[in-house]
Protein backbone atom coordinates (compact mmCIF):
# COMPACT_ATOMS: atom_id res chain seq x y z
CA UNK A 1 0.00 0.00 0.00
CA UNK A 2 1.21 3.61 -0.05
CA UNK A 3 2.59 4.08 3.34
CA UNK A 4 5.27 5.55 5.02
CA UNK A 5 5.75 5.23 8.54
CA UNK A 6 8.01 5.80 11.62
CA UNK A 7 9.56 3.87 14.02
CA UNK A 8 9.52 6.80 16.88
CA UNK A 9 7.44 9.38 17.29
CA UNK A 10 9.38 11.80 19.45
CA UNK A 11 13.17 11.65 19.68
CA UNK A 12 15.39 13.78 22.49
CA UNK A 13 18.85 14.49 22.43
CA UNK A 14 21.58 16.62 24.16
CA UNK A 15 22.79 19.55 22.33
CA UNK A 16 25.88 18.51 20.64
CA UNK A 17 25.14 14.54 20.08
CA UNK A 18 24.56 12.98 16.91
CA UNK A 19 20.51 12.12 16.21
CA UNK A 20 19.58 9.29 14.51
CA UNK A 21 15.68 8.90 12.76
CA UNK A 22 14.21 6.42 11.43
CA UNK A 23 11.37 5.62 8.46
CA UNK A 24 10.04 2.45 7.13
CA UNK A 25 8.37 2.89 3.65
CA UNK A 26 6.04 0.25 2.39
CA UNK A 27 6.64 0.19 -1.89
CA UNK A 28 9.40 -1.74 -2.68
CA UNK A 29 8.55 0.35 -6.38
CA UNK A 30 9.75 3.88 -4.65
CA UNK A 31 12.45 5.07 -6.29
CA UNK A 32 12.91 8.44 -4.36
CA UNK A 33 13.09 9.61 -1.19
CA UNK A 34 13.39 12.95 0.76
CA UNK A 35 13.93 14.19 4.46
CA UNK A 36 12.01 17.39 5.35
CA UNK A 37 12.02 19.69 8.57
CA UNK A 38 8.75 21.30 9.76
CA UNK A 39 9.34 24.32 12.26
CA UNK A 40 6.66 25.13 14.05
CA UNK A 41 3.95 28.18 11.78
CA UNK A 42 6.01 27.31 8.56
CA UNK A 43 5.19 24.43 5.85
CA UNK A 44 8.00 21.36 5.08
CA UNK A 45 11.40 22.20 4.33
CA UNK A 46 13.82 20.34 2.11
CA UNK A 47 16.38 18.86 3.70
CA UNK A 48 18.24 16.01 1.78
CA UNK A 49 17.20 13.37 -1.55
CA UNK A 50 18.30 10.06 -2.20
CA UNK A 51 17.96 7.88 -5.38
CA UNK A 52 16.97 4.02 -4.98
CA UNK A 53 20.16 3.38 -6.92
CA UNK A 54 22.46 5.03 -4.08
CA UNK A 55 22.84 3.42 0.06
CA UNK A 56 24.21 6.64 1.29
CA UNK A 57 23.93 10.41 0.67
CA UNK A 58 25.55 13.31 3.21
CA UNK A 59 25.25 16.89 3.08
CA UNK A 60 26.13 19.35 5.04
CA UNK A 61 26.07 17.87 8.79
CA UNK A 62 22.89 15.64 7.54
CA UNK A 63 23.39 11.77 5.98
CA UNK A 64 20.75 9.88 4.73
CA UNK A 65 21.25 6.14 4.82
CA UNK A 66 18.81 3.52 2.40
CA UNK A 67 18.62 -0.04 2.72
CA UNK A 68 16.14 -1.40 0.13
CA UNK A 69 16.23 -4.78 1.65
CA UNK A 70 14.31 -4.40 4.29
CA UNK A 71 12.92 -1.26 3.08
CA UNK A 72 14.08 1.37 5.69
CA UNK A 73 15.98 4.92 5.01
CA UNK A 74 17.49 7.03 8.46
CA UNK A 75 18.69 10.47 8.66
CA UNK A 76 21.47 11.31 10.13
CA UNK A 77 22.34 14.85 11.80
CA UNK A 78 25.87 15.41 13.43
CA UNK A 79 26.77 17.75 16.37
CA UNK A 80 22.45 18.66 16.71
CA UNK A 81 22.38 21.77 17.87
CA UNK A 82 18.68 23.56 18.96
CA UNK A 83 17.53 24.70 16.02
CA UNK A 84 17.23 21.23 14.81
CA UNK A 85 14.61 21.27 16.57
CA UNK A 86 11.69 20.24 14.54
CA UNK A 87 9.28 17.89 13.15
CA UNK A 88 11.08 15.78 10.53
CA UNK A 89 8.97 13.41 7.76
CA UNK A 90 10.31 10.86 5.28
CA UNK A 91 8.85 10.98 1.91
CA UNK A 92 8.70 9.07 -0.91
CA UNK A 93 8.01 9.09 -4.87
CA UNK A 94 6.95 6.04 -6.57
CA UNK A 95 6.80 6.92 -10.15
CA UNK A 96 4.11 9.57 -10.97
CA UNK A 97 4.23 12.94 -8.91
CA UNK A 98 3.06 12.80 -5.60
CA UNK A 99 4.94 12.59 -2.80
CA UNK A 100 3.70 10.40 0.01
CA UNK A 101 4.87 11.71 3.46
CA UNK A 102 5.17 9.51 6.59
CA UNK A 103 3.45 11.03 9.94
CA UNK A 104 6.67 12.85 11.11
CA UNK A 105 9.27 12.02 14.09
CA UNK A 106 9.63 15.40 16.43
CA UNK A 107 12.81 15.84 17.67
CA UNK A 108 13.62 17.73 20.77
CA UNK A 109 17.13 19.23 21.33
CA UNK A 110 18.40 19.64 25.15
CA UNK A 111 20.62 22.55 25.81
CA UNK B 1 9.56 32.04 -2.26
CA UNK B 2 5.89 30.41 -1.93
CA UNK B 3 3.18 32.32 -0.52
CA UNK B 4 -0.27 31.69 0.34
CA UNK B 5 -3.04 33.96 1.29
CA UNK B 6 -5.01 34.29 3.42
CA UNK B 7 -2.65 32.80 6.60
CA UNK B 8 -5.99 31.91 8.57
CA UNK B 9 -9.40 31.63 7.65
CA UNK B 10 -12.63 30.83 10.10
CA UNK B 11 -15.63 28.93 8.15
CA UNK B 12 -18.87 26.72 8.54
CA UNK B 13 -20.16 23.86 7.57
CA UNK B 14 -21.07 24.05 4.01
CA UNK B 15 -19.57 27.01 2.82
CA UNK B 16 -17.00 27.19 -0.11
CA UNK B 17 -13.34 28.74 0.70
CA UNK B 18 -10.74 29.52 -2.25
CA UNK B 19 -7.23 29.40 -0.97
CA UNK B 20 -4.44 31.25 -2.75
CA UNK B 21 -0.47 30.43 -3.76
CA UNK B 22 2.07 31.93 -5.84
CA UNK B 23 4.82 29.91 -7.29
CA UNK B 24 8.12 30.47 -6.50
CA UNK B 25 9.75 32.72 -9.29
CA UNK B 26 10.87 30.20 -11.92
CA UNK B 27 8.76 27.46 -11.09
CA UNK B 28 6.08 26.15 -13.06
CA UNK B 29 4.18 23.28 -10.82
CA UNK B 30 2.32 23.38 -8.22
CA UNK B 31 1.22 20.95 -5.86
CA UNK B 32 -1.47 21.03 -2.77
CA UNK B 33 -1.30 19.17 0.57
CA UNK B 34 -3.61 18.81 3.33
CA UNK B 35 -1.77 18.52 6.77
CA UNK B 36 -3.87 17.62 9.77
CA UNK B 37 -2.99 18.45 13.02
CA UNK B 38 -0.11 15.88 13.94
CA UNK B 39 0.36 14.45 10.45
CA UNK B 40 2.06 14.15 7.39
CA UNK B 41 0.82 16.20 4.06
CA UNK B 42 -1.59 14.29 2.24
CA UNK B 43 -1.39 15.00 -1.83
CA UNK B 44 -4.45 16.87 -3.12
CA UNK B 45 -2.98 17.19 -6.26
CA UNK B 46 -0.70 18.95 -8.95
CA UNK B 47 -0.81 21.58 -11.51
CA UNK B 48 1.52 21.54 -14.75
CA UNK B 49 1.22 24.08 -17.41
CA UNK B 50 -1.92 24.94 -16.40
CA UNK B 51 -3.41 21.20 -16.10
CA UNK B 52 -4.29 19.05 -13.19
CA UNK B 53 -1.94 16.08 -14.24
CA UNK B 54 -2.48 13.61 -10.90
CA UNK B 55 -4.69 13.90 -8.26
CA UNK B 56 -4.79 12.20 -4.64
CA UNK B 57 -7.35 10.47 -2.33
CA UNK B 58 -9.66 13.28 -2.37
CA UNK B 59 -13.47 13.78 -3.28
CA UNK B 60 -14.59 16.31 -5.72
CA UNK B 61 -15.28 18.89 -3.36
CA UNK B 62 -11.32 20.03 -4.16
CA UNK B 63 -10.78 21.51 -7.02
CA UNK B 64 -7.80 23.85 -8.51
CA UNK B 65 -6.21 26.23 -11.09
CA UNK B 66 -3.17 27.38 -12.41
CA UNK B 67 -3.13 30.42 -13.73
CA UNK B 68 -0.31 31.46 -16.48
CA UNK B 69 1.98 33.15 -14.18
CA UNK B 70 1.74 30.10 -12.41
CA UNK B 71 0.10 30.98 -9.05
CA UNK B 72 -2.74 28.48 -8.16
CA UNK B 73 -5.88 28.28 -6.35
CA UNK B 74 -7.41 25.60 -4.11
CA UNK B 75 -11.36 25.74 -4.18
CA UNK B 76 -13.24 23.55 -1.51
CA UNK B 77 -17.06 23.40 -1.94
CA UNK B 78 -19.86 21.98 0.84
CA UNK B 79 -16.98 22.53 3.34
CA UNK B 80 -17.15 19.76 6.50
CA UNK B 81 -15.54 19.41 9.94
CA UNK B 82 -12.75 17.38 8.85
CA UNK B 83 -11.68 20.04 6.36
CA UNK B 84 -10.06 21.29 8.99
CA UNK B 85 -6.26 21.48 8.82
CA UNK B 86 -2.96 23.40 7.44
CA UNK B 87 -3.48 23.86 3.53
CA UNK B 88 0.19 23.52 2.24
CA UNK B 89 1.19 24.69 -1.75
CA UNK B 90 4.46 23.78 -3.02
CA UNK B 91 6.34 24.55 -6.05
CA UNK B 92 8.78 23.02 -8.12
CA UNK B 93 9.97 23.13 -11.09
CA UNK B 94 9.27 19.93 -13.58
CA UNK B 95 9.55 19.11 -17.35
CA UNK B 96 7.34 16.03 -18.13
CA UNK B 97 8.76 12.17 -17.22
CA UNK B 98 10.84 13.58 -14.00
CA UNK B 99 9.68 12.84 -10.76
CA UNK B 100 13.01 14.22 -8.58
CA UNK B 101 12.16 17.72 -8.38
CA UNK B 102 12.53 19.25 -4.92
CA UNK B 103 9.53 20.98 -3.39
CA UNK B 104 9.50 24.53 -2.37
CA UNK B 105 6.44 25.24 0.63
CA UNK B 106 4.77 27.84 1.72
CA UNK B 107 3.57 28.48 5.39
CA UNK B 108 0.33 27.45 4.29
CA UNK B 109 -3.31 28.23 5.46
CA UNK B 110 -5.27 27.36 8.37
CA UNK B 111 -8.58 26.25 8.09
CA UNK B 112 -10.72 26.03 10.72
CA UNK B 113 -14.19 24.66 9.93
CA UNK B 114 -17.16 25.59 12.45
Known amino acids: GESVGLHLPTLSVQEGDNSIINCAYS??????FIWYKQESGKGPQFIID?????DKRQGQRVTVLLNKTVKHLSLQIAATQPGDSAVYFC??????????FGAGTRLFVKA | GVTQSPTHLIKTRGQQVTLRCSSQ?????VSWYQQALGQGPQFIFQ???????QRGNFPDRFSGHQFPNYSSELNVNALELDDSALYLC???????????????FGSGTQLSVL
Open chain 2, 90 to 104: ASSSAGTGRNNEKLF
Open chain 1, 27 to 32: NSASDY
Open chain 1, 50 to 54: IRSNM
Open chain 1, 91 to 100: AERTGGFKTI
Open chain 2, 25 to 29: SGHNT
Open chain 2, 47 to 53: YYEEEER
